[in-house]
Nanobody
Framework: QVQLVESGGGLVQAGGSLRLSCAAS????????MAWYRQAPGKQRELVAR???????DYADSAKGRFTISRDSTKNTIYLQITGLKPEDTAVYCC????????????????WGQGTQVTVSS
């Protein structure tokens, strides 16, 4: 069983920065792709960024240049650094882990955290 717990969200003004964290419990953390998703009320969930066990990263077009995903295997934690926050970044940000190991990128994520709220005021 894998459990993911996010933290680091909050209320910030436009132009500010946040670093989100996702702590994973379980033995498969280093072997799987992990990702950050976000979802605003009334909108579909969207992929923000993903990272492999080897450190490969990919970003949504909307996240390039302002979002940085990283992974610390010694702490079983991934991070999402966000700079230049915009009101449209307001959403619940969730950490996810995929059990798929035989192709990339994975088509689904099997484990999800509860999410951390990011609210950006103008």
């Amino acid at each position: 069983q894998v459990q993911l717990v996010e933290s680091g969200g909050g209320l910030v003004q436009a132009g500010g920065s946040l670093r989100l964290s996702c702590a994973a419990s379980g033995s498969i953390f280093n072997r799987n792709v992990m990702a950050w998703y976000r979802q605003a009320p009334g909108k579909q969930r969207e992929l923000v960024a993903r990272i492999t066990s080897g450190g490969r990263t990919d970003y949504a077009d909307s996240a390039k240049g302002r979002f940085t995903i990283s992974r610390d295997s010694t702490k079983n934690t991934i991070y999402l650094q966000i700079t230049g926050l915009k009101p449209e970044d307001t959403a619940v940000y969730c950490c996810a882990l995929s059990s798929i190991t035989y192709y990339y990128p994975p088509s689904k994520y099997d484990y999800w955290g509860q999410g951390t709220q990011v609210t950006v005021s103008s």
